[in-house]
């Protein structure tokens, strides 16, 4: 069996087995102190379509072990997940154990906690690689930020592929994250409004501070509504409602309840997208059709910065300057709407 170093153990597309013959997410190796070396890639009858593709038999399966899924990140989970329901609707009778990096952040471990009753159960690695049963599917989907694919692919299909389901055989509107309507959330604030979600996951992907007031101006005219944000916006129409936020659910809960939604955030939006919240979209260094798509009822705005494309993270001052740059210089006047928005302002959604 192949021994990883530590930086090949880290940047493994999938996976790890320990000496002792444990299931290991790369990710808690990443972030906890120790020696990350002496790992192996997992195998031995679990499949992994980065190592070599497979169709998954799940007609004829009863549970379904998915090993280290669906990353370490709200976003990339609401999608890996929404992969996962596209394959229980068609085999409801099937049930899933995930198992999931035990350092994953909190607030990503209370999405699994919200969703586990609706699929199965989840479970914190590492775990024996022998106490998998051999007769059941199982499926590793590790480590999926380096896997050739994930770069290249839109999110959701990337996911379905890995799950063994040819991704053109399912249809769009089960790529929308339905399922979290069927998750039980908080009541909705006392009156209508629109949210902003400005700050992404990292800052060359957020939305600069200077030209915030900018968009909450528009999004307060165009909808009527007060505007409802996570962080300090200096204008009379804009409440800051972080401090209401405090929990996942709380976060889910009021993008499912607002009018309209404009965010850099691609937690926001695919949330937004499971939820038929009409949105805007901004995006920097990733396509918008990799993660926007399938999304009916979302207008997508691409800002050039060539440079930047493909970039997962970055806080550099040089590509700062140029994000700065490109949202100053975007007429904020023209920022289009999505379907939905006229209706808003009407009282009819």
């Not at 009863?62 to 999608?79: K, P, Q, W, Y």
């Not at 051999?134 to 590793?140: N, R, Y």
Request: proline fraction near 7%; aromatic fraction near 10%.
């Amino acid at each position: 069996m192949t021994t990883l170093d530590e930086v090949h153990a880290l940047t493994h597309a999938g996976s790890l087995l320990s000496r002792n013959g444990e299931i290991v997410a790369p990710y808690d190796l990443e972030v906890a102190p120790g020696d990350a070396s002496g790992f192996s890639p997992l195998g031995r009858g679990i499949l992994n379509a980065g190592r070599e593709p497979f169709e998954a038999d799940y007609a004829g399966a009863r549970r379904v072990h998915l090993v280290n899924a669906f990353g370490v990140t709200l976003g990339d989970s609401i999608i890996g997940l929404s992969a996962l329901f596209a394959v229980k609707r068609r085999h409801p009778h099937l049930a899933f154990t995930v198992y999931r990096p035990a350092r994953a952040p909190y607030y990503v471990k209370r999405l699994y906690e919200l969703a586990a009753p609706l699929f199965g159960a989840i479970v914190d690695l590492p775990v024996p690689l022998a106490s998998l049963p051999d007769d059941e599917l199982k499926i590793d989907i590790g480590n999926q930020l380096f896997w050739t694919r994930f770069a290249s692919m839109p999110m959701i299909d990337f996911f379905l592929w890995a799950l063994g389901v040819a991704p053109e055989s399912v249809a769009a509107a089960d790529k929308r994250n339905r399922w979290l309507a069927d998750v039980p959330l908080p009541a909705p604030a006392s009156e209508p409004y629109a949210l902003f979600c400005p700050d992404a996951s990292t800052p060359v992907r957020s939305i600069p501070a200077s030209v915030r007031a900018r968009i909450v101006a528009r999004l307060a005219d165009e909808t009527g509504f007060a505007v409802y944000g996570f962080g300090a916006v200096d204008h009379p129409r804009y409440r800051d409602i972080a401090p209401l936020s405090a929990d996942t659910t709380d976060f889910l809960a009021w993008i499912r309840h607002a009018r309209y939604l404009v965010t850099a955030d691609t937690a926001a939006l695919h949330a937004a997208a499971g939820f038929d919240v009409p949105t805007t979209a901004f995006f920097t260094t990733i396509p918008a059709h990799m993660r926007a798509r399938d999304y009916a009822n979302c207008i997508a705005v691409e800002l050039g910065l060539p440079h930047l494309r493909g970039i997962h993270a970055s806080a550099r001052a040089a590509d700062l300057d140029a994000l700065e740059r490109v949202y100053r210089e975007y007429d904020w006047r023209a920022m289009p709407l999505a379907r939905g928005a006229s209706e808003a302002a009407s009282g009819l959604v």
